[in-house]
Each structure stands twice: as structure tokens, then as C-alpha cells.
């Protein structure tokens, strides 16, 4: 499993990720390559066997961070590329001197609600009828201590 910085020729792959999820918000290569111009923004790519299997993007607006999308290819799914993403968002929060990652997650989404949850993010609010008028978005938030800064 390798993470490493997005590149150009990755956001093709990370269309078909999207599309491969019915329902999930899909950004599309211009939507990555949009926060190219946007220098608070960072996306990842996990790569395995020698292929993007999944990505992330936040954005660093200390002492906060953003998670805005995080997803993984059917074809790779737990087999630890979303934790290894989220591990990796861990290190550059606490580079950049943040004290906590937020993010909205569907209340119906179940194993993005476990994976965070096992990570240490807790529901800290809801935001009714946020997805499509219909379905709420939870609020999770990991703090971060100062000692692992
Ligand atoms: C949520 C998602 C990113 C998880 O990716 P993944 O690479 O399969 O996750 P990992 O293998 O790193 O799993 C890490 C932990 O998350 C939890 N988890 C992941 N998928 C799960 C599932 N289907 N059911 C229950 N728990 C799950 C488990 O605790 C797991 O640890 P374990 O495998 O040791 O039990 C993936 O299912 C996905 O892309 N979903 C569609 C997009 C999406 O919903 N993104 C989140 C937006 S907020």
C-alpha cells in the first residue's frame, strides 16, 4: 500500500471510483483538477498493486481540517486503503498544528460511519435533509490533543 500526492493522470481512475459508488458526490476530473488552484487543498491517492484504489481530499484552514471526499474501488474495498488514507490525513493535521478534522457523512452510510468511528471521530451534530432534501448528514469531528502535536 503506497499514499502519495494526486496527480493529474490519477483523476481519471478517481471518476471511475466515484462512479462506482451509486449515490456518492463525484467532484469528476475537473472537479480534482479545480483544487489544484486552491493551495489549502491536499488529495492523496492510495495505491495498490500499482494502481489507484482510492483517494482523499482535504483542505488545511488551521487550527481545522476539512475532510471533503474519501472513497475506495469496489474492487479494493477493506483491504485497508481508506484507513491508510485517513493515517496519512493524521500526520499532516498534526504538521500543520491543527486541533480537528471535520467532515459530514450520510446518517445512512454505515461503513463510512464505522470507519470513522473507529478512528476516534465522534457525531458531534446533523444537519437535516442535507443529501438530496432527503437524507441527513452527520457531523463528526476528531480532536486532536495537544501532546500529538
Ligand atoms: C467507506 C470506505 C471509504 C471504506 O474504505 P475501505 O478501504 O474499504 O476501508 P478499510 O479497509 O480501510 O476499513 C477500515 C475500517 O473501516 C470499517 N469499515 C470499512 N468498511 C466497512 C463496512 N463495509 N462495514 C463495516 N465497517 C467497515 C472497519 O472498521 C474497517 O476495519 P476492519 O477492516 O479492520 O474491520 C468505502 O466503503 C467507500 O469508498 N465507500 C463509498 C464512498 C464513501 O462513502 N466515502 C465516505 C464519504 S464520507
Not at 490519477?10 to 449515490?23: K, L, R, S, T, V
Not at 478534522?101 to 464505522?114: G, Y
Request: aromatic share 10%.
Amino acid at each position: 500500500m503506497l499514499i502519495r500526492r494526486a496527480r493529474k493522470e490519477d483523476y481519471p481512475a478517481f471518476a471511475a471510483i466515484e462512479a462506482g459508488q451509486p449515490g456518492y458526490p463525484a467532484w469528476g476530473v475537473k472537479g480534482f483538477e479545480a483544487e489544484e488552484r486552491n493551495r489549502n487543498s491536499v488529495t492523496l491517492a492510495a495505491e495498490l498493486d500499482g494502481q489507484a484504489a482510492g483517494f482523499m481530499n482535504f483542505w488545511v484552514l488551521r487550527p481545522q481540517v476539512q475532510l471533503n471526499t474519501l472513497a475506495v474501488g469496489r474492487a479494493f474495498l477493506r483491504r485497508g486503503a481508506a484507513a491508510a488514507l485517513l493515517g496519512k490525513l493524521f500526520e499532516y493535521a498534526a504538521k500543520s498544528a491543527c486541533r480537528e478534522i471535520d467532515l459530514e457523512v450520510n446518517e445512512h452510510n454505515a461503513p463510512a460511519i464505522a470507519l470513522y468511528a473507529s478512528r476516534g471521530f465522534e457525531v458531534v451534530g446533523k444537519r437535516p435533509k442535507f443529501y438530496n432534501n432527503t437524507d441527513a448528514a452527520l457531523l463528526m469531528r476528531k480532536a486532536l490533543p495537544s501532546k500529538d502535536l
